[in-house]
């Protein structure tokens, strides 16, 4: 039987990705820098373990010599994604992680090359972003082949996980926000506000630094890709402020008032998870001559909780990397299984194709 390691499988997410490949019978190894959470988790969830950290790349790629796929965890990915790709490359491991963040995205694309040499897959965000996105993506370039813009969004607003306010504040800067002519470029978060449709009524979305910007390029060739993100005024807002607010967001009352907002677990409880939703909506379209309107589609999506999908996906995808059925370098998660992929997720019906192109809704320039 193939060897998958979960590394950060003591974290919120990665706890929850842990019994869920237990139940898939998977039987991961458990793995983390960690020894006392490592060895409760252990001991819980009666696995084995392995405990390293990340420092020197050669004792990773010790650690993962015996194994086939690494599933990372451990965010801010910023500080983990390279020395376990790194580790990968040297014991040709597959490597798939739940990683949101573009840079990340954009340094393990720039690993392609390696990867198909080592003959390993690098197969970054495999979660709620990118894998309804990526697919809705995929999906919309079928429906129109000449697009030349594609615009993302998801509407699944709710109190996050501890970690994910972590790595959403450190990373909220104002890199690689948008993509333009096949370059990514700087915007700040939430520059541009788009009232959109995502099937229940229109409502106020803003342009986010999600990794769909990276997936859903690499996937479709769409040179243009904005991605935007429903955000009640208080959080957009803040967003607008996070400059200030990193600072704050570290110091341990800080840490400790917003653990008791998200819960014991340091997020969302499997109540709210099993209540959430996602919806997720795309427009792709052409350009006419002198930049008047051509054609246009969209179509949207129904998910489960952000939380759900990601531990769904995450574990679909290290399952189906397993079994041998990504082709080695760079993948997505589209690119690598097709549009359909994200059906395989519980609790995805279909595509929602909005049959007659609608008038574009009005975009304004800036956020007050
Ligand atoms: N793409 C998506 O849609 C999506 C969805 C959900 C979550 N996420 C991301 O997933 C990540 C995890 O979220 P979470 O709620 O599970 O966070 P969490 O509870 O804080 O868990 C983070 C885990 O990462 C480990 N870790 C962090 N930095 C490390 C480092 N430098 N070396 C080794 N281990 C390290 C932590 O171990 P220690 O205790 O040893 O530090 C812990 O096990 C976040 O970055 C979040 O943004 C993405």
Known sequence: MSTLLIYGSYGFVGGLIAEKAIDRGLDPILA???RERLREQVADLEQPGRRFSLEDPVTVATALEDVDCVLNCAGPFSNTAEPLVEGCLRSETDYVDITGEIPVIESIHDRDAAATEAGITLLPAAALSTIPMDCLAAHLADRLPEATHLSLGVDSFRVPSIGTLRTVIEGADTENAVRRDGDLESAPTGWKTREIDFGRGERPAVTMPMGD???AHYTTGIPNVEMYAVMPQPARTALRLHRYLSPVFE???VRWTLKQLAGVRE???ERARDRGSAYVWGEARTEGEGGAEGERVVSRLVTPDPYVVTVDGAVTVA????????DAGFQTPAGAFGADFVFELEGVEGFFDEETPAETSPVNPLLQ
Do not use: C, F
């Open 267 to 269: 997020g969302p409880s």
């Open 32 to 34: 983390g820098r960690d």
């Open 251 to 253: 110091s341990k009352p």
């Open 213 to 215: 910007v990276s997936t």
């Open 319 to 326: 399952e189906r990397v397993l079994a041998g059925d990504a």
